[in-house]
């Protein structure tokens, strides 16, 4: 019960009281005498109610009825109020609550399927990385299982590695046994190639020796007067050069001596080269062109144009005592040149040559051979459609002779010898004769406006024939040349 319950009761129960002792005293005044009743009247109040009289005590018990019948139940209906409102603002509370926490449960479960969403795709990824976990175990496997095959490969290399160490331990001490050897050889080799020279000088020597047995007295002092002679042109010339050739031989064509055309670039100190030979023209790989100047055809048009002025040339420095180099210089048709060509010289000094050489009045008979290196692969050109498909070549007398002397011996009688195939190509076998050819056409054009003084203009007649060429086996540009000649008969 609530305090308002106690003080209603306490109030109606208080009101019961005060009017049961009020009927009770009033019972007990109506017993009293009169003259007692003076003090007794204060308890005995009537109010008038419209013509009835009742009593206090009536009236207090009726209020108290009133209390209890009317009170206690109006009392309790406000309570109920009250409580119903209570009730109602407590529902309304837990209807907010409730939304809040249906709210938060909305959330929560969104909350809930997003992390079960990440759940699953954990799991998904998970079972990736499950089958990527089992690949790379797989791999792993096979790697181990391949790192286990190699490391027992790696032992029997290594087995072989020492065993090619034992190997080569026992190659260098060969090695080393071979190097004293080799060093042996190359002494012997050496004093082989100074008893080669030296042979060869003897040789010659004798050659030399046989050229002037059977000369006379008088011939041997034509032939002192010609080697002189020819000193003194070798001293005059700038880039060409003579030197003895006494093996050359032309078999039935006797000389009293030989000598070699070289150009000075083209010399070598080289034992080796000495013995090989030297060059008077270079050659372009795999052509019969002058090295480094001029494409096919290009330096015979050349000397056409400047032909008559060369042999002026080269007879003003026979007349006035000038040396053949500034003689050449000064030929005007040079002049749009950047320097005179250096093939130019060369070829001019050899015009030089040759005239010298008739006003010395003794025959002479100039030969020029070919020569080519080894190819790497076959190959093949065209012919140029002035090349001829033959040409006229002194053969070797004795060509299956393995000899040094056989290669200097050739036949006095000229063979055909073919050029290029049915195609019109030409191959590496054709190079040494077509660079002879072509030394023979430079050296014929250079001389052929040419004259002797009392002679008509181009009444030289150049006397140039081919000796059959050479092919070395070797790949190396020191083979890719034309060598010249000089073979001197006394009149």
């Known amino acids: 019960m609530t305090a308002a319950h106690w003080l209603l009761g306490g109030a109606g129960a208080f009101f019961a009281i005060a009017g049961i002792i009020f009927l009770l005293r009033t019972v007990e005044g109506s017993r009293t005498p009169a003259g007692d009743r003076q003090t007794i009247d204060l308890f005995f109040l009537s109010l008038p109610i419209g013509s009835v009289s009742v ?12 209390i209890f019948y009317f009170g206690v139940p109006a009392l309790e209906q406000a309570q109920r109020t009250s409580r119903i409102e209570t009730l109602e603002n407590n529902l309304r509370d837990a209807n907010g609550t409730i939304e809040e926490r249906d709210k938060k449960i909305g959330e929560l479960e969104e909350d809930l399927s997003s992390k079960d969403q990440k759940i699953g795709d ?34 029997v290399k290594d087995q072989e590695i020492d065993d090619l160490k034992d190997l080569v331990r026992t190659r260098d ?54 080697r002189e002679g020819i000193d003194q042109i070798n001293s005059e010339l700038d880039r060409l050069a003579l030197r003895e050739a006494p093996l050359l031989e032309i078999v039935g064509q006797p000389a009293v001596a030989n000598y070699e055309i070289y150009a000075r670039s083209l010399a070598s100190s080289d034992e080796d080269a000495l013995d090989r030979g030297f060059g008077l023209l270079a050659f372009e790989s795999e052509r019969f062109t002058v090295e480094n100047y001029y494409s096919e055809g290009e330096i015979e048009r050349l000397l056409a144009e400047i032909g008559p002025a060369l042999c002026g040339a080269v007879n003003a420095s026979i ?18 040149y950047e320097g005179v060509p250096e093939p130019i010289r060369v070829i001019a000094e050899s015009a030089y040559l040759q005239l010298q050489l008739q006003a010395l009045a003794i025959e002479a ?54 050029i290029g195939d049915d195609n019109g190509e030409y191959a590496n076998a054709d190079l040494p004769n077509l660079r002879g050819f072509a030394t023979l056409e430079l050296m014929s054009e250079a001389v052929s ?9 181009g009444g030289l007649d150049p006397q140039i024939e081919i000796l059959d ?8 540009g020191t083979d890719r040349k034309a060598r010249a000649f000089v073979s001197i008969s006394l009149r």
Not at 381 to 397: G, K, N, W, Y
Request: net charge neutral; charged share 30%.
């Open 365 to 418: 008979k100039v030969f020029v051979r070919g020569y080519a290196d080894g190819e790497r692969a076959g190959w093949s050109r065209p012919l140029p459609l002035d090349t001829p498909r033959q040409l006229e070549a002194h053969p070797l007398a004795n060509p299956d002779l393995i000899s040094p002397l056989a290669n200097w011996r050739f036949l006095a009688e000229t063979e055909p010898r073919d």
């Open 449 to 457: 406006g040419c004259a002797l003084p009392g002679q008509e203009p």
């Open 55 to 66: 009593s206090v005590g009536t009236l207090l018990l009726i209020l108290s009825a009133v």
């Open 122 to 155: 954990l799991n998904t990824s998970i079972g990736q990385k499950d089958v990527e976990i089992s690949g790379l175990k797989a791999k792993t496997r096979r790697q181990e299982k391949e790192i286990e095959r190699k490391a027992q490969t790696i032992t």
């Open 173 to 226: 001490r060969a090695l080393e046994r071979n190097k004293t050897q080799i060093m042996s050889l190359r002494t012997d080799l050496q004093d082989a190639k100074k008893e080669a020279r030296n042979a060869m000088q003897v040789a010659r020597d004798i050659a030399s020796a046989e050229n002037e047995a059977d000369l006379s007295a008088g011939e041997r002092e034509e032939l002192r007067r010609v």
């Open 319 to 336: 007349a006035d005592d000038i040396s053949i180099h500034d003689a050449i210089r000064r030929i005007p048709s040079l002049e749009k």
């Open 469 to 476: 060429g050479k092919l070395y086996g070797s790949h190396t």
